[in-house]
């Protein structure tokens, strides 16, 4: 979307935590052409700007891919492109807080560009939360202060921090050893309480814990590397007693630290990826389908303009309701042309998706699924049945219908086709701990894309079905036709727990 004029936002992305961007955030990005993010800023966020480009100007630690002069160029020079452009540049963190975001807003100041600072949640106070450690505390700490660990020798001036309670400590991992040092020798006790943690916030975070004395070596011996906030203080004992983010499985995180690969449509928007990271799953949403509209569409149409003869109409996805609204619309049509037929829907989810459009499904079968529809469906021999849905209908619904002497015909009302995930995204998918199929078709796109090696978790037994028919040996169902359940098949998958047939729920 291009802007009369150039605009950047400068949008502090969160420490890691994808749930802790701000609705300010979400709605700039959501505006942008172009999208600026760093190492520090989640990819996850990138969602939230699907019409934009995106370009990478990550900076790690001391080893710098693009330096900061040049960020700020490119900043201006984006914006100013095309006649004008709006700019996201997502920063890690806050974007004041160490994060030279004000560099960068000089830079448009400098170039006459219009910006906005949109305040970020800092892993200064996110990481510690995230383990447990209150910045603050009754009794312990009436103050805190944030530092950079990225000091030189000699201009620390650590004295000057006597009478503050906590300290906070960004980018410090790599000089940890001379930092406790130095503040041991500015009349901080050794046994003062001190932790460190990498990647606060996010399924990978890891804590190490000690005393100021002992921290550096608790840390290496731990592995921990940046990025790391490293708290010291009297509060850093309450972690025992409060971290929570870290609670094992039956303390509602059965999926902490596991890679959860979500496929979807491209289109398309879910809750499933929050249920999934409220279980502290990392989750990846991959686009492995598109609809489109059909390659018959006279044909469709004839069927649409008149429904006399026909007595059940069968919609087996919600794209199938969509799509069918949508056709109508372009027919001058609204649902009053249903008016003369009976509406069966394949499970409550698209029975939803009718209700949502005025009309109330006259049948869903009590097991959702094509099998149940067909076997179910209470029609009479002889009646006309129209199933609406993709050149990709399984013959399921057909077979039972056919064999209980109803006239089955079918109209191809939208087309599902492969969508191909980035190179990134590939990778990413292979890496996967469990994968979520809500489709058989996705099923069969993931094993043509990135073949069948995988642990996945289906929502109901006809998807459970096609992905076995697949090539897919490792594979777990809902429970139930929800979200919810398709979650807990998720954490049963990565947990190793028996799986369940199709056969086990009809």
Known sequence: ???????????????????????????????????????????????????????????KGFSEYISQPDINALIVEQAQMNGGQRVARLKGGDVFVFGRGSEEAQACVDAGVPFEIVPGISSAIAAPAYAGIPVTHRGDARSFAVLTGNTREGDAHYERLSGIDTLVLLMGVRNLSTIAAELI???????????TIQWGTTPQQRVASGTLGTIAAEVEKAGLEAPAVTVVGEVARLRDRLKWFESPAELGHPLLGKQVAVTRTRDSSSALPDLLRARGAEVLEVPLIRFEATGEPDALHTRLRDLRNVDWLLLSSNQAVTALFAE??????????????KLGAVGPSTARSLQE???????????????????????????????????????????????????????????????????????RLKAADVVTLASGSAARHLADLAGTDFSVAAMGPQTADAARAAGFERVWMATSPSLESLVEAAAAAVSGRPQQSADDQS
């Open 185 to 195: 020798a500015a009349g901080r006790s050794p046994d003062t309480p001190a932790a």
């Open 328 to 341: 109508l619309d372009s027919l001058g049509l609204d649902a009053r042309a249903l008016g003369g037929v």
């Open 357 to 427: 459009h005025g009309l109330r499904a006259d049948f869903v079968p009590q097991t959702p699924g094509a099998r149940h529809l067909g076997a179910e469906l209470p029609a009479q021999p002889g009646e006309v049945v129209l199933h609406l849905t993709s050149q990709l209908a399984e013959a399921e619904l057909q077979d039972a219908l056919d064999a209980r002497g109803l006239k089955y015909q079918r109209a191809e009302l939208y087309r599902t086709v492969p969508a191909a995930p980035s190179e990134n995204e590939l990778e």
């Open 1 to 59: 979307m291009n802007s009369s004029r150039a605009f950047v936002s400068l949008i502090g992305a969160g420490p890691g935590d994808p749930g802790l961007l701000t609705l300010r955030g979400q709605a700039a990005l959501a505006q942008a052409d172009v999208v600026l993010f760093d190492y520090l800023a989640n990819p996850e966020l990138l969602r939230h700007a699907p019409q934009a480009r995106t370009i990478y100007v990550g900076k």
